[in-house]
């Protein structure tokens, strides 16, 4: 497969300072070399720049950094789309405002080429708030709402050549939901796969239902990996941890079943924050999650001394 690279180094979606170094510390922990590795061919685009600011103002008081998140929106969609041209994009965080660029460019080249587009969102929160349900005003909790269509962001956001249809967006691993997105994403259909779910059923079967909608509408699959997916206890770069998140063998199984599907077509790793990590050991375990997504076995998998 060819795959690009493409570095978003946002952090002001998510409140905190850092996210802006995940893209350095996943190329510095050997992301091109994996996927070389595995006989991939690769092109790195390097890092987007945002577009220029205009001033925007809303009603809701609480949002934070709204004319640079529109501003980052607009740039990020149009490198997705660009890179997307006869490659598998991959797009380095940043936080998870990046989605809202990655999943506006990545439906306008799926409607281009006639096939609908799935997202499978591996994230200990929906993202689904709109500018007028958010209360903490990070915007890196509305990017799943903005690419679906949901309303509230016209006149503000870059309008969508494409919306994502929420019918076809699987949430996999929540267990932090505020009552407006609850209630935002029943109402639009979205599936959701909390970790209770995941506890009485597991991953497996869950996700293999998904992948078989995929597969029977010829669909293109995005898949947008938040490093809070994973539990604080092997992943502890980020600023918005939450207990009982995905195991090391959990998040590798669906990484392998993935690959097994051949169905991904994109890719998003978010909110890796250096400044929380330890000797780097939350972008390996990036690294070495896409390598699984891209076909590394599990007897292949290198043997690491810390």
């Given at each position: 497969?060819?795959?690009?690279?493409?570095?978003?180094?946002?952090?002001?979606?998510?409140?905190?300072?850092?996210?802006?170094?995940?893209?350095?510390?996943?190329?510095?922990?050997?992301?091109?070399?994996?996927?070389?590795?595995?006989?991939?061919?690769?092109?790195?685009?390097?890092?987007?720049?945002?577009?220029?600011?205009r001033p925007i103002s809303h009603g809701n008081a609480a949002l934070?950094?709204?004319?640079?998140?529109?501003?980052?929106?607009?740039?990020?969609?149009?490198?997705?789309?660009?890179?997307?041209?006869?490659?598998?994009?991959?797009?380095?965080?940043?936080?998870?405002?990046?989605?809202?660029?990655?999943?506006?460019?990545?439906?306008?080249?799926?409607?281009?080429?006639?096939?609908?587009?799935?997202?499978?969102?591996?994230?200990?929160?929906?993202?689904?708030?709109?500018?007028?349900?958010?209360?903490?005003?990070?915007?890196?909790?509305?990017?799943?709402?903005?690419?679906?269509?949901?309303?509230?962001?016209?006149?503000?956001?870059?309008?969508?050549?494409?919306?994502?249809?929420?019918?076809?967006?699987?949430?996999?691993?929540?267990?932090?939901?505020?009552?407006?997105?609850?209630?935002?994403?029943?109402?639009?259909?979205?599936?959701?796969?909390?970790?209770?779910?995941?506890?009485?059923?597991?991953?497996?079967?869950?996700?293999?239902?998904?992948?078989?909608?995929?597969?029977?509408?010829?669909?293109?699959?995005?898949?947008?990996?938040?490093?809070?997916?994973?539990?604080?206890?092997?992943?502890?770069?980020?600023?918005?941890?939450?207990?009982?998140?995905?195991?090391?063998?959990?998040?590798?199984?669906?990484?392998?079943?993935?690959?097994?599907?051949?169905?991904?077509?994109?890719?998003?790793?978010?909110?890796?924050?250096?400044?929380?990590?330890?000797?780097?050991?939350?972008?390996?375990?990036?690294?070495?999650?896409?390598?699984?997504?891209?076909?590394?076995?599990?007897?292949?998998?290198?043997?690491?001394?810390?």
């Amino acid at each position: 497969m060819h795959c690009t690279i493409v570095g978003a180094p946002i952090q002001v979606g998510s409140g905190r300072m850092g996210c802006e170094m995940g893209p350095s510390a996943l190329r510095t922990a050997g992301l091109a070399a994996a996927l070389t590795e595995l006989g991939h061919t690769l092109a790195d685009l390097g890092t987007v720049a945002s577009a220029d600011l205009r001033p925007i103002s809303h009603g809701n008081a609480a949002l934070k950094a709204l004319p640079e998140i529109v501003a980052w929106t607009a740039a990020i969609t149009e490198a997705a789309y660009a890179a997307s041209a006869g490659a598998m994009p991959i797009f380095l965080g940043g936080d998870h405002s990046i989605s809202a660029g990655t999943l506006a460019g990545i439906a306008r080249r799926a409607a281009e080429a006639g096939r609908p587009l799935f997202v499978l969102w591996l994230d200990a929160h929906p993202d689904f708030h709109t500018l007028d349900t958010t209360t903490s005003g990070n915007l890196h909790g509305v990017p799943l709402a903005y690419a679906s269509g949901q309303p509230g962001f016209e006149g503000y956001f870059p309008s969508l050549a494409a919306c994502v249809d929420p019918a076809r967006i699987c949430t996999l691993g929540i267990r932090s939901v505020d009552p407006a997105e609850r209630e935002a994403l029943r109402k639009a259909g979205v599936t959701v796969h909390d970790m209770r779910m995941v506890d009485e059923y597991g991953m497996a079967p869950l996700l293999r239902a998904f992948l078989e909608r995929v597969s029977a509408e010829n669909g293109m699959l995005h898949v947008s990996l938040d490093v809070d997916f994973l539990d604080p206890t092997i992943a502890p770069a980020v600023g918005t941890t939450v207990p009982g998140g995905a195991t090391f063998r959990e998040a590798h199984l669906v990484m392998e079943m993935l690959h097994d599907s051949r169905l991904v077509t994109s890719l998003d790793l978010v909110e890796l924050n250096p400044a929380l990590d330890e000797r780097n050991r939350t972008a390996t375990l990036l690294v070495d999650l896409t390598a699984s997504l891209m076909g590394r076995r599990i007897m292949d998998r290198p043997t690491r001394s810390y």
